[in-house]
C-alpha cells in the first residue's frame, strides 16, 4: 500500500498525518509540553510494596506513582518474548515483598503512559529500540519477529546470534530488519549498545527518580517505525525539523533520505488533503458513510461501543442486501476510525443484524482484512451470540479525543444536561429545604439566563406560590456566566 507522510512542525506541537489513497489513515500527536513517556528509563524509588496485589508503587518523579506488577519485575522470559518465534518456559516469580522494599532504588522502564487516574505501568525488563532490533540487556535470548516467514528466522537468527557476539545481552530482530546487511545490523548493535553503557552510567551518578533515557522523539521515530516500502514521500513544513531529520536519518536510516523532503508551498501542509476536518470528525460521535449509513461511536473508560445504521441508504434491491452492503463499507470505515483515533483496549461493534451467515462471514472478514493494515496488535473475538462483535486493540497512548480534548464543563463528561425545567424545580425544592432551616428576610435565585425566564414565564405561578407558603419573598438574578444546571440560593 502506498502512503505519503506529511509533518506539521511548530515549537508547542508536531502533528503527523499517514496518507493513502487521498485518505488520512492514522494521525499522530505529540506535543512539547505533554511528551508520552514510554520507552522511558528511570531510576525509580519503591514507595510502597503491596503483598495483597503482588506489586509496587514506584516513585519516578510524576505526579502520580507509577505501577509495577511482579510478572514486570521478573524475567518473564514468555512475557517478553511473545512476539518472537521461540519461548521459554517461565519460572514462577518470587513474592514481590521478598524482592523490594520501600526506598530501594531500581531501575525501570515505562511500558505505558499514564492515561485518566491511572499511573505509567512499568516494567524492571528493560529493552531498547532501535531501527532493525530491539536490545535486551538483561537476557541472553536472541529471537525473530514472527512476521518474518518461518523459513527465514533460523538463518536471521543465527546472524544476529554471530554478529552480536558473546558481549552480552539479547536481541529480537524486527520485521523492517529481514533484509538488512550484515552492516546494518552492525551499526545497531553498537549503537544499542552504546545506549545502554550510557544508561548504566546514569544510575550510578544520578539520584533515586531520575530519567536515565528518554525514547526517540516523534518525529525520529516517524522514520523508525512508521516508514515502510511504499512510503513514497515524507515531507516537513519546518526548515530546522528537516535538517535535524536529515542527520539522524544518514546516521540511522540513511534508506529514508530520499523520501525526506521540505513543504514550502504557501498553502499549510494538512490542507493539501483536508487533514484539519478529518480531525474535527474524529472527535465526533457520528462518522457518515458514503452509501448514506453511518457510524456512531462512543468511547468510556472501560471500552468503545461502535453503532452502525443504514441512515438514508436505501440503494440495494431488497433490505438483507442493503444491510449487508452497510455493514461491508461500515467494517473498512471503524478499521480506519480506530487507528485514526487511535481507540485502545475493548471495542464492541454493532453491526446491523443479519440473517444469513455467508453475510456475517463476508462482513468478519473484511474487517479483518482491513485490521491486518493497523500497526497495533488487534485481536477480534467474532460475533458474540447477541451479534455483537467484541473485539480488543492494544493501548499504547492516549486516545486522540483524550489528547486534543476534556470534559464539558457544563455537563462534567455525562453528556448530557438538566433541562432548564428540571432545574427550576431542583430550586424550589432547595429553597423550601432552606426556609425549614434558616429564617432570612429574603431569597435571592442567582442561575443561569434560560432558567430565570422560565421561572420568570411558565414556572412563575410556581414560585409566587413557594413564596407565599413561606412567607418569604423571591428574588431572581440572571447569571451568563453560570451553565444551566449551575445555581446558587443566597439568604438575605
Partial sequence: ??????????????????????????????????????????LGKVARVLPGMQSAFIDIGLDRAAFLHVAD?????????????????????????????????????????????????????????????????????????????????????QRVQALAGDMGGGFILRTNGEDALDAELSEDIAYLR???????????????ASVLHQDLNLLQRVLRDVVVEGTQTIRIDSREQFDKLKIFATEFMPATLQKLQLYVGERPIFDLFNIDEDI???????????????????QTEALTTVDVNTGGFVGARNFDDTIFKTNLEASQAIARQLRLRNLGGIVIVDFIDMIRENHRDAVLAEFQKQL?????????????????????RKRTRESLAHQLCE?????????????????????????????????????????????????????SQHLAGLSDFIGKPISLQAEAAMAQEQYDIVLL
Fill in 194 to 208: 552504546k545506549t545502554w553503557a550510557r544508561i548504566k552510567e546514569a544510575s550510578v551518578r544520578l539520584p533515586p
Fill in 407 to 459: 470534559p464539558c464543563s457544563a455537563c462534567t463528561g455525562k453528556g448530557v444536561v438538566k433541562t432548564a425545567r428540571s432545574v427550576t424545580y431542583d430550586i424550589l425544592r432547595e429553597i423550601l429545604r432552606e426556609a425549614r432551616q434558616f429564617n432570612p428576610r429574603e431569597f435571592r435565585v442567582i442561575a443561569s439566563p434560560k432558567v430565570v425566564e422560565l421561572f420568570l414565564d411558565e414556572e
Fill in 1 to 42: 500500500m502506498q502512503q505519503d507522510i506529511l509533518i506539521n512542525w511548530s515549537p508547542q506541537e508536531t502533528r503527523v498525518a499517514v496518507v493513502e489513497h487521498g485518505a488520512v489513515q492514522e494521525l499522530q500527536v505529540e506535543r512539547t509540553l505533554e511528551r508520552g513517556l514510554v520507552g522511558n528509563v528511570y
Fill in 73 to 157: 519485575l521478573m524475567s518473564s522470559i514468555n512475557s517478553r518474548h511473545a512476539d518472537t518465534d521461540s519461548a521459554v518456559p517461565a519460572t514462577p516469580p518470587q513474592p514481590i515483598e521478598r524482592q523490594l522494599f520501600e526506598g530501594q532504588a531500581v531501575m525501570v522502564q515505562v511500558l505505558k503512559d499514564p492515561i485518566g487516574t491511572k499511573g505509567a505501568r512499568l516494567t524492571a525488563q528493560i529493552s531498547i529500540a532501535g531501527r532493525l532490533l530491539v536490545f535486551l540487556p538483561q537476557d541472553n535470548h536472541v529471537g525473530v519477529s514472527q512476521k518474518i516467514p518461518p523459513k527465514q528466522r533460523e538463518e536471521l537468527r
Fill in 372 to 392: 491486518a493494515r493497523d500497526r497495533i496488535k488487534t485481536s477480534v473475538n467474532g460475533f458474540s451470540a447477541l451479534g455483537l462483535l467484541e473485539m480488543t
Fill in 280 to 298: 474535527a470528525r474524529a472527535l465526533g460521535r457520528r462518522v457518515d458513510l458514503k452509501s448514506g449509513g453511518y457510524l456512531i461511536i462512543d
